[in-house]
C-alpha cells in the first residue's frame, strides 16, 4: 500500500466520524441525557483476564450485575490498556498519555514499590485534576500504585477524597516467598502488611484483606450519596483479583472456579450495588460508568492467576492476553446498547471524558488519547485506528487496524520465553486471528511497511520521560 492510499484511508475514516458525530439524525442515542456535567465511575479491577466474567465467555465464574450491564450498555471487545502491568498501566489511564511519556514505565523496575523514591511526576495532569477545572468532587477508592509518599497520593493530583492502598496487596509481605507462592489463596491476611490509608493517614496495617472489596464498595456508595447533588467523578480501583486472593465470608467458597471466582463474584456484587444506588439517587441516566482491569491474568500462579480466554499469554507481556481487557460502558437511555469491536483504550477515557464535561484538552504536551464518543452514543466508529505495546520504555509491538506486528517478544515471570528481537517481524490478523497463532508476515510486507509508517510516525514526536520508577531508598 502507498504512502498516499494509506493517507487517503485514514482522511476517509476521519471525515465519517465526523459526519456521524454531528449528524442530527435519529442513528444510535444521544448524549443530552447526560448533561453538560455528568458523573462518572471508573471500576477497574487488578490482574482480571479477557475471559474471566460471565459475559466475556467464562463457564463457571457467575457476573450477573456485570452481564446485566453489558446487555444494557455496550461491551468492547477490542479494548486495550497502556501497559501490562500495574503502575504504568494506572499512569496511562489518568493521564491519558503513553506512560513513557511521562517516565512512569522503567527498564529497571517494572512497577513502584514500597522502597520507591518517586511517583506520578507533578507535571502530569491527571483525570481529576482535569476535571476540577469545572467543578467536580473526586474520588479515588481503591488501589492507588502511583507513588506512597505523601507528595504522590492521589490528595496531590486532583482527588479530594482517597480510600485504599498505596501499592499492591501482595507487598510488604511477611513470611516465606516460598510458602507465599505456593499458598497464595489460603495465607492469613496479617501475612501482609500493606496500609489501609484514608486521606494521607493510615488507618489500619495491615489492611484487613478479607473484607477490603466489601468496604470499598460501601465508601463508593457513601460518595455517591454525599455528592449526588454535584458532578462527580470516582475511580474505583480494586486491588483484588491480584494474588493473594480474599473474599468476605458472605462469597468465600461459594464459586465454582475456587477463591478467584470468589473473589470476581464479590466485585461483581459491588458492581450490582452501585448501580442500584445510581438508580435509587436519580442519577443512572446522568452518570457513565465503566468497568475495565489494569492488565491481564498473573499466569505463573496457576489456578489462581485467572484466565484470558482465547487470547494469548497474560500480565507482564505484550501479547493480546497481556493487554487487551475486558470492558464495559454503562449509561441508561445515553449509551446504545451493543456489542462494539472497534479500538479503544483506557487512555481514551481522559479525553472523552474531558470532552462530555466541556473542559478544554491540555495544549502543552502530546496526549494520546482520542474522543469515543461517536461510538458510544451514536453507534459509530472509533477514531482510534492504532495500538502501541510498550514493555517498559521499549515498543514491542503496534497494531494498525485489524493487523498486529510484534517487533520484539518476551515472555513475563517465567512464562512464553525468552526476549526475541524479530528481524522480520511477525504479524497476525487480529479478526482473523485474535489468538495470535497463525504468523502472516512473510506473506505480507505490504501491511507490516504500513504499520512501520504508523510506528515512525509516532516516534518522531516521543520524548521519553526521567525514570520515575528506578530509583529505590
Not at 147 to 172: A, V
Not at 348 to 374: E, H, I, N, Q, W
Amino acid at each position: 500500500m502507498t504512502d498516499q492510499v494509506f493517507t487517503k484511508k485514514l482522511y476517509f475514516k476521519t471525515l465519517i466520524t465526523l459526519i456521524l458525530f454531528n449528524s442530527c439524525g435519529n442513528f444510535g442515542q444521544s448524549q443530552e441525557n447526560l448533561g453538560k456535567t455528568p458523573n462518572f465511575i471508573i471500576i477497574f479491577a487488578d490482574d482480571l483476564g479477557y475471559g474471566d466474567l460471565g459475559t466475556y465467555g467464562h463457564p463457571t465464574i457467575k457476573t450477573p450485575y456485570l452481564d446485566q450491564m453489558a446487555t444494557e450498555g455496550q461491551k468492547w471487545t477490542n479494548f486495550y490498556v497502556g501497559a501490562s502491568v500495574c503502575t504504568p498501566s494506572r499512569a496511562a489511564l489518568l493521564t491519558g498519555r503513553l506512560p513513557v511519556r511521562s517516565g512512569m514505565a522503567s527498564d529497571v523496575k517494572r512497577v513502584l514499590f514500597p522502597n520507591s523514591k518517586f511517583g506520578l511526576p507533578t507535571s502530569e495532569i491527571t483525570l481529576a485534576e482535569q476535571l476540577k477545572k469545572v467543578g467536580y468532587s473526586t474520588a479515588c477508592i481503591g488501589k492507588w500504585h502511583l507513588g506512597h509518599k505523601e507528595e504522590y497520593l492521589p490528595t496531590n493530583n486532583g482527588f479530594d477524597y482517597y480510600f485504599g492502598i498505596p501499592y499492591s496487596n501482595d507487598m510488604d509481605f511477611v513470611g516465606n516467598r516460598d510458602e507465599y507462592r505456593e499458598a497464595n489463596g489460603n495465607l492469613p491476611t496479617e501475612n501482609f502488611n500493606v496500609p489501609l490509608m484514608r486521606n494521607t493517614e493510615i488507618i489500619e496495617r495491615p489492611a484487613d484483606q478479607n473484607t477490603i472489596t466489601k468496604r470499598y464498595t460501601q465508601e463508593t456508595i457513601a460518595y455517591i450519596k454525599k455528592n449526588k447533588d454535584n458532578p462527580f467523578l470516582i475511580y474505583l480501583a480494586h486491588n483484588l483479583p491480584h494474588i493473594p486472593l480474599f473474599a468476605s465470608k458472605d462469597f468465600l467458597g461459594k464459586s465454582k472456579r475456587g477463591i478467584y471466582g470468589d473473589v470476581v463474584a464479590e466485585i461483581d456484587h459491588g458492581v450490582g450495588q452501585i448501580i442500584a444506588t445510581l438508580k435509587e439517587e436519580g442519577l443512572d441516566k446522568n452518570t457513565i460508568v465503566v468497568f475495565t482491569s489494569d492488565n491481564g491474568p498473573w499466569l505463573s500462579y496457576g489456578i489462581n492467576g485467572g484466565s484470558a480466554g482465547l487470547l494469548k499469554a497474560g500480565k507482564g507481556m505484550t501479547w493480546e492476553g497481556g493487554m487487551r481487557e475486558p470492558c464495559i460502558f454503562w449509561s441508561p437511555s445515553n449509551i446504545a446498547p451493543a456489542v462494539v469491536s472497534e479500538l479503544g483504550t483506557t487512555m481514551d477515557l481522559f479525553t472523552t471524558f474531558s470532552a462530555l464535561a466541556g473542559v478544554p484538552m491540555p495544549k502543552d504536551r502530546v496526549m494520546d488519547g482520542y474522543d469515543l464518543s461517536v461510538a458510544l452514543f451514536k453507534n459509530g466508529p472509533s477514531p482510534r485506528n492504532g495500538v502501541f505495546y510498550y514493555r517498559g520504555t521499549q515498543l514491542y509491538a503496534a497494531r494498525l487496524g485489524g493487523y498486529k506486528a510484534h517487533y520484539i517478544t518476551q515472555g513475563s515471570y517465567g512464562q512464553f520465553g525468552d526476549k526475541v528481537v524479530h528481524n522480520t517481524p511477525l504479524l497476525y490478523n487480529l479478526n482473523e486471528d485474535p489468538s495470535e497463532n497463525f504468523d502472516i508476515g512473510a506473506k505480507h510486507p505490504e501491511i507490516l511497511a504500513d504499520i512501520d509508517r504508523l510506528v515512525k510516525k509516532h516516534q518522531s514526536n516521543l520524548v521519553k520521560g526521567k525514570d520515575q520508577l528506578a530509583d529505590v531508598e
